[in-house]
């Protein structure tokens, strides 16, 4: 190991900056066209279908409206305003990130911060909360 920075000066003399000579934009490019091969026994063929129909539904999408493509697509980590009526704490939708477990339950710990969290933050409840505030100093 103590001999390969004598061979890297060298390459660099030899090649010039490192941004001149490198594969990686190849590389990344060549994984993506072999992601279109799908017939192991004639690639060229299947990968020259896969980027021809890609770019053609690609340029087709762009003429359609109230298509979801990977130009208009929103982003995933943007939460979208949901308005059926529910309470205003629920307003927002998120996504759910990993594989679902209906089985999971919080802590108690957790699910009491849950709980004083909604009753703080939603307007709904604030008639309750004042209430609830006027008896606790009448009685304290």
């Not at 490192?18 to 066209?33: G, I, K, V």
């Not at 999971?104 to 909360?129: G, K, M, T």
Request: proline share 4%.
């Amino acid at each position: 190991m103590i001999h390969l920075p004598i061979h890297l000066a060298r390459e660099a003399k030899l090649g010039g900056p490192f941004q001149y000579r490198n594969m990686y934009p190849f590389e990344r490019y060549w994984r993506e066209l072999k992601a279109y091969n799908h017939n192991k026994g004639h690639p060229e063929g299947s990968i020259a279908e896969g980027y021809l129909a890609e770019k053609s539904l690609t340029f087709c999408s762009r003429y359609l409206k109230n298509i979801s493509i990977k130009f208009n697509k929103s982003t995933q980590k943007e939460d979208k305003y949901v308005s059926n009526g529910v309470m205003s704490i629920f307003k927002y939708s998120g996504q759910t990130k990993g594989a679902s477990d209906r089985g999971n339950r919080l802590p108690h710990d957790e699910f009491n911060q849950a709980c004083i969290y909604v009753l703080q933050n939603c307007d709904e409840i604030s008639q309750y909360r004042e209430e609830y505030m006027r008896k606790t100093e009448v009685e304290g």
